[in-house]
């Protein structure tokens, strides 16, 4: 079964800073990762998803991948406020995807004005 | 510009009781999910369904049942209500096309809270 682990936090960081959430999986035949957003009392929503090695950025948010170390970090540039939320890390059951996604806990992040 | 509703936001119902979920989505997805999210267990997928009539068993299926008549609709059962599945429960889906990895772009509905007494 894969797993997902995350650092449930609460991570706190002053506004402007960088957030940096972690991430690790035990499926190193895992090929893709996600992030989702959570506000508290929302439902997820995906912020952004990362496949290769290296770093992604859209935005002020940036996704690392090491799949060698099978690690993936989530990176926000400028935290504001409204950042404040638990971000969810995800890995398909499945190379098909359509057997749906496993998730981590979350990490609950804190943007301190 | 709701795209997957969930038919009832709170319930509450008796132990025992038959539970039914109800979840639509209007983007055309082959994809159905039903999640449930505890704090401290984070999001279990219960079971999914990849085209209608089609069902399959996810993490915790135990307690649970499905049912998929249409593309569009993926409905929950709780045969009879436990309290241990007092719970909010998340439905999700996705496309089966929309490039290499859109079939795990999960939209997620506003979730139902359940309480079963």
């Not at chain 1, 609460?10 to 996600?34: H, K, M, W």
């Not at chain 1, 959570?38 to 952004?48: A, D, T, V």
């Not at chain 1, 935290?79 to 890390?89: E, F, K």
């Not at chain 2, 599945?85 to 990895?101: D, I, K, V, W």
């Amino acid at each position: 079964q894969k797993e997902v682990e995350q650092n449930s936090g609460p991570l706190s960081v002053p506004e402007g800073a960088i957030a940096s959430l972690n991430c690790t999986y035990s499926d190193r035949g895992s090929q893709s990762f996600f992030w989702y957003r959570q506000y508290s009392g929302k439902s997820p929503e995906l912020i952004m998803f990362i496949y290769s090695n290296g770093d992604k950025e859209d935005g002020r948010f940036t996704a690392q991948l090491n799949k060698a170390s099978q690690y993936v970090s989530l990176l926000i540039r400028d935290s504001q406020p409204s950042d404040s939320a638990t971000y969810l890390c995800a890995v398909p059951l499945s190379g098909g995807g359509a057997d749906g996604l496993t998730f981590g806990k979350g990490t609950h992040l804190i943007i301190q004005p | 510009d709701v795209k997957v509703t969930q038919s009832s936001r709170y319930l509450v119902k008796r132990t025992g009781e038959k539970v039914f979920l109800e979840c639509v989505q209007d983007m055309d997805h082959e994809n159905m999910f039903w999640y449930r999210q505890d704090p401290g267990l984070g999001l279990r997928l219960i079971y999914f369904s990849y085209d209608v009539k089609m069902k399959e068993k996810g993490d915790i299926p135990e307690g649970y049942s499905v049912s998929r008549e249409k593309k569009e609709r993926f409905s929950l059962i709780l045969e009879s209500a436990s309290t241990n599945q007092t719970s909010m429960y998340l439905c999700a889906s996705s496309p089966q096309t929309g490039g290499r990895f859109g079939a795990n772009v999960l939209t997620f509905g506003a979730g139902s809270r359940l309480t079963v007494l």
